[in-house]
């Protein structure tokens, strides 16, 4: 049984990928999304391709924000599996960094019905990062026969569900609109940490020709990719210098990264001072490793 993980990608669903032993196989991603002649070919000529992560919109972690044409040929899939399905997990949905520019892509299920293919895709979202990591509530949509198969499924995995904490959620929120004010906030912290990070990136590197980085406009992270065999060494010079970055190859299946240089960079968390900290740190154990890799070259 295989998967295909558009990579970079999150760790987690590799993670859960590789615990059922199911095989992955990398696709990469362009600005669009990932590369569809791929996924196509794939999906509709091989019958062991049983499923797809997707993160559509503000992706984990370059940002990636699929593109409406991207969407279209996910729903127009014909998989030679009559049970593949695209994991549509779309955990950024409301993450924007900039709440004016709209970045809306077409509803799946809707398109995946127009298609023809209704129960194609299971389409995820969660509050872990709108509330508290670990005391969100996770939401699941999907057409009605699939809902009922999961929710007997879910009966035997879970007795008693937190109700309490649902209450609270729809008690605090009240309604998408509470949702997209509460982001609003989450924006304002998050956007001037997003925003120097990116701007001592290219005073410092955007000459240099040693790395490239995405400049999402929503979502958590920023995808940076160094010079080929770097990565790892970029990574452990920072934690022997007390920054600690996701591990490097975290971001593609099986922790391997082919190329050796793509790093998750997360500024969401540590407040502003640090972040400048961290990232000048950062950036000399680019420049340093790079000059190694210069050098032996
Ligand atoms: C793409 C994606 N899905 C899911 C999650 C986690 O959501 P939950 O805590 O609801 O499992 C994350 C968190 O980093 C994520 O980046």
């Known amino acids: 049984m295989k998967f295909l993980c558009p990579v970079p990608g999150y760790d987690r669903h590799f993670g859960i990928t590789a615990q059922f032993g199911i095989e992955m196989i990398p696709i990469p991603m362009d600005e669009n999304g990932p590369d569809m002649d791929l996924v196509e070919e794939y999906v509709n000529n091989d019958e062991t391709v049983k499923g ?103 009966s035997w995995q879970t007795i008693g569900y937190d109700k309490i904490n649902e209450l609270r959620h729809v008690r605090y929120f009240k309604n998408v609109e509470g949702l997209s004010t509460h982001l609003k906030k989450h924006a304002d912290i998050m956007r001037p940490k997003f925003e120097a990070t990116l701007e001592m990136l290219d005073k410092e590197l955007s000459d240099l020709k040693i790395a490239s980085w995405t400049k999402p406009l929503g979502g958590y992270f920023i995808s940076f990719d160094a010079m080929e065999g770097c990565a790892k060494k970029i990574v452990a010079k920072c934690k022997e210098a007390g920054v600690t970055m996701t591990a490097a190859g975290a971001t593609f299946p099986y922790g391997l990264d082919p190329k050796d240089s793509n790093i998750r960079i997360a500024p969401t968390f540590p407040p502003l001072e640090e972040i400048v900290t961290a990232v000048s740190l950062f950036i000399t154990c680019v420049k340093l490793v790079s000059v190694e890799k210069l050098l032996e070259g």
């Open 52 to 154: 797809i992560w997707c993160v559509p919109k503000y992706s984990n972690p370059t940002g990636i924000v699929y593109s409406e044409e991207t969407v279209k040929r996910f729903a127009a899939l014909k998989p030679a599996a009559k049970d593949f399905r695209i994991y549509w997990d779309n955990a950024y949905a409301l993450h924007h960094l900039y709440p004016d520019i709209d970045v809306d892509i077409p509803n799946i299920l809707e398109e995946c019905e127009k298609a023809g293919n209704p129960d194609m895709v299971y389409q995820f979202a969660s509050t872990s990062k709108i509330t508290f990591p670990g005391a969100g509530i996770a939401a699941m949509s999907a057409s009605e026969a699939n809902i009922e198969e999961v929710k007997y499924r879910l």
